[in-house]
């Protein structure tokens, strides 16, 4: 029990001890004097002591009780303070989710018009996988929303996130186009040359995949913009995919393969979108 609960429970008691004291103080200050008879002493030098005695036990007192309540009040000032700050926050974090999501529905409207051929479903991010075997992450729509397995994810711009490999009814695993299961139709946007993204793990522990199953002559730069070649018709032709961040050789030294580093920041993602359906181009 601390101090203040102490005085709260004990504090009129203590006062009346106090008080008792004092008095008690007051007389045996009369009797030392020994100069006057019972009476008069009762009625002078031992009345202002007394007097002076309990006015400073009563200020003691008063003091106690006021730093008591002055405690109280301020302990319930700080708790309304921090219910409204929490409050501000949660409306400012609120304000600015907002924002950003706006922002990417703007950014998405610009791109469908673009691409009217495409249905496309909006689904929030809810979890990454764990696992260190996979790169993956699951969002918040699935079956009920008409999302089916091997639907291609992206973003607000139109770059390739991944693609649906599980699904529920209201949910659907996305793995990622690092991930090591990964074994997309690419091209390069300069030349025009086609090739394969496939997952590695090695490399998808540094947030790469692997560019590679070029034809024959095909050569590739540092800079190299890669994207969906719409082969085999899983993934719609001209999405962008990544940047060839730099250019290797197999064992032998003839054959070049390129590490590619998705457009987009894997961590960060908050909303993506489905391709739910879109136009084939033969």
Known sequence: MNIKQYLKKNGIKLGAIVLVLALIMGVGS????GNAGL???TTGAAKEPVQRIVSSVAEWLEGVYGYMYEY?????????????????QE?????????????RLRSLLEFKEKHSD????????VSWTTSNWAHSFTISKGS???????????????????????????????????????????LVAQSGSAGMLIGDFALMQDGYAKLTYLADGAQIYTGDEILTSGSGGAFPQGLVIGTVATVQAEAGGQIEYGLVKPNVDLTSLVQVFVVKDFEVIE
């Open 144 to 186: 009920a929303a008409g999302i089916e397995v091997g639907d291609a994810v992206i973003t607000e711009y139109g770059v390739l996130v991944g693609q649906v490999t599980e699904l529920g009814k209201n949910w659907a695993i996305v793995s990622t186009v690092i991930d090591i299961n990964t074994n997309i139709g690419a």
């Open 39 to 41: 009476l008069k002493n």
């Open 72 to 88: 109280d009040a301020l302990v319930a000032e700080n708790e309304r303070l921090r219910a409204e700050l929490t409050e501000a």
């Open 30 to 33: 009369f009797f030392l004097k």
């Open 91 to 103: 409306e400012a974090r609120n304000g600015y989710e907002a924002i950003e999501e706006n922002n």
């Open 118 to 125: 495409m249905t496309l479903e909006s689904a929030k991010v």
